[in-house]
């Protein structure tokens, strides 16, 4: 059985395959050659664990219709993305592109110094694909600029709304004769139902109501307490309130919330391995039908109630509203970012910075954007009504689309303006009926986009900062873990922030705040 279907979809990737060069020629006008004769420029990729394969498909599709081949000399790509660019900047001098994950922070730094080009007037003479989306969002594009007002990187700009919500299992409700929870009292009830209830059936007292596979994620239910976890798709990060810089880890709400988490683990309802489980403990909790609720990703979490129709009967794992809090706020305080501080810089020392813009702006064009989030034409999708729609080889793969993407040298974060209707394709229903479930009220908060430091200020947040962060993680784990007591240490542990150096470093972000954003 396994065998016939492996060799029907090799069967339609090769018709797929074919189809490729019927298509051809429609792209072999040259209009997206930048330069007239071949060029090579040289670039630093940095992708963290993804190692940058010059050889992706995606890359020599994009070498064809434009003439430029990049040359990797990506320094250090297995380790600490700011470690390499720090060495790539104090050692062997720049690449004429440096591009890919971590780069907001470093680019903004060294940019204003000199080490790379400002890309406005670039941008405006050179690139019109970007100029016009930074024309259609400037406050998204100001979000990324350093702190002399200049854009020294080609963002990856992202698409879509909602990231992750919170998920239960429907039929265990059902077995139950619960329904879903509407607060965060509810929520604690149907959790003590999972756990007392047997509702997968089998006689033991073995499941886990609620299971997180990034633990970070447990974190969140401190805003069923109107705690605050971060304010951005980045862990543990600051958030604003009314135009005020705040850290979540300091708020009284997080003092309840993780109160409140500490019980729930003491009783059972979260997964005791919370923090050493890992990230498969998603797919170990679902398909060996043990845990109940979760916090993950739309698409990929829904795709189980596909997964496991078979092998679990009547398996339904359904998207819920974020349960209302104490005060009756209904939160997702997860979602996609607009913008990600990744993408790519043009260095000082690159002698064809138009040709670099024009083939950065490639990647922003009908074809380039088609390349860098559909893959090839003709091979991984085809034009529909003008729309890229992926093969039936691409999904229909065992492998997930997102993965296979990446494995081609699409979707990777290079600066480009990803178009969310890759994911929509293969986001199943139950995913579909989610968001348009959150798409239905008000329940997203605003987003930190984050701020570029100057000197002053990016010399006290390096002073302070990972001790204090540090601290609150610590402090955090040993609550909910129950070795110490939230209640019974806060105020040692506000005097302890506070000697740490966090108004200071709250001060510093304000000031960078209101220089980026005041009006
Ligand atoms: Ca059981």
Redo the contacts with the bound molecule.
């Keep these: 059985m396994t065998r016939e279907i492996k060799t029907m979809k090799r069967t339609t990737l090769a018709i797929a395959i074919s189809t490729t060069f019927l298509t051809v020629p429609a792209f072999a006008d040259g209009h997206l050659m930048v330069s007239d004769t071949p060029l090579t420029l040289d670039a630093h990729m940095h992708f963290g664990r993804r190692e940058y394969d010059p050889n992706w498909p995606v890359e020599l599709e994009a070498q064809r219709l434009t003439g430029v081949t990049l040359n990797n000399v990506t320094v250090d790509n297995t380790t600490n993305g700011r470690k390499a660019f720090e060495w790539m900047i104090t050692g062997t001098g720049l690449p004429d592109i440096v591009g890919g994950v971590h780069l907001k922070d470093n680019i903004n730094r060294f940019g204003p110094e000199g080490a790379f080009l400002s890309l406005d007037e670039l941008i405006a003479a050179h690139a019109p694909n970007i100029y016009a989306q930074m024309q259609a969002n400037p406050e998204v594009f100001n979000s990324v600029r350093a702190y002399d007002g200049e854009l020294y990187f080609v963002p990856y700009l992202t698409d879509g709304k909602y990231g992750r919500a919170y998920f239960i299992r429907q039929d265990w409700l059902e077995t139950l004769g619960l329904e879903a929870p509407d607060t965060v009292d509810e929520l604690y009830a149907v959790l003590t139902a999972f756990r007392d209830g ?1 509702p ?1 059936g ?1 006689g ?4 886990v109501p609620a299971f997180f596979r990034h633990w970070q994620e447990a974190l969140r239910l401190v805003t069923f307490w109107d705690g605050r976890t971060s304010g951005s798709d980045t862990y543990h990060d600051f958030h604003v309130v009314d135009g005020e810089i705040r850290h979540g880890y300091a708020g009284e709400g997080y003092r309840e919330g993780i109160a409140h988490i500490a019980k729930w683990y003491a009783e059972g309802l979260i997964d005791p391995e919370l923090f050493s489980r890992g990230t498969s403990s998603r797919e170990f909790m679902l398909e060996n039908n043990l845990g109940g609720f979760t916090h993950d990703w739309f698409a990929s979490t829904a795709s189980y109630n596909d997964s496991l129709a078979e092998s679990i009967e009547g398996f339904s794992l359904q998207a819920m509203l974020p349960p209302a809090s104490i005060s009756g706020v209904r939160m997702a305080e997860h979602r996609r970012t607009p913008i990600r501080p990744e993408g790519w810089g043009i260095s000082y020392s690159n002698p064809n910075p138009v040709e670099t813009i024009k083939y950065m702006d490639f990647w922003w064009s009908e074809e380039g954007r088609r390349l860098a989030n559909f893959g090839i034409e003709g091979q991984h999708y085809t034009l529909v009504d003008g729309k890229a729609v992926f093969t039936d080889a691409v999904l229909g793969n065992e492998r997930p689309v997102n993965s296979q993407m990446s494995d081609i040298g699409a979707q990777v974060q290079r600066g480009f303006w990803q178009d969310y209707s890759y994911e929509e394709q293969w986001t199943n229903e139950h995913a579909l009926r989610g968001i348009a479930l959150y798409d239905s009220g008000d329940y997203l908060v605003d987003q930190f986009l984050g701020v570029s430091f100057n000197q002053e200020e990016q010399a006290i947040y390096d002073r302070h900062w990972v001790a204090i962060q540090t601290y609150m993680l610590d402090k955090q784990r040993s609550w909910v873990l129950g070795e110490t007591d939230v209640n019974a240490e806060w105020d040692s542990y506000q005097a302890a922030l506070e000697s740490l150096g966090l108004s200071k470093v709250l001060n510093a972000m304000q000031s960078a705040y209101d220089r980026q954003y005041g009006e």
């Excluded at 033991?204 to 499941?207: A, F, W």
């Design positions: 047997d997968n089998n033991l007292q073995d499941e």
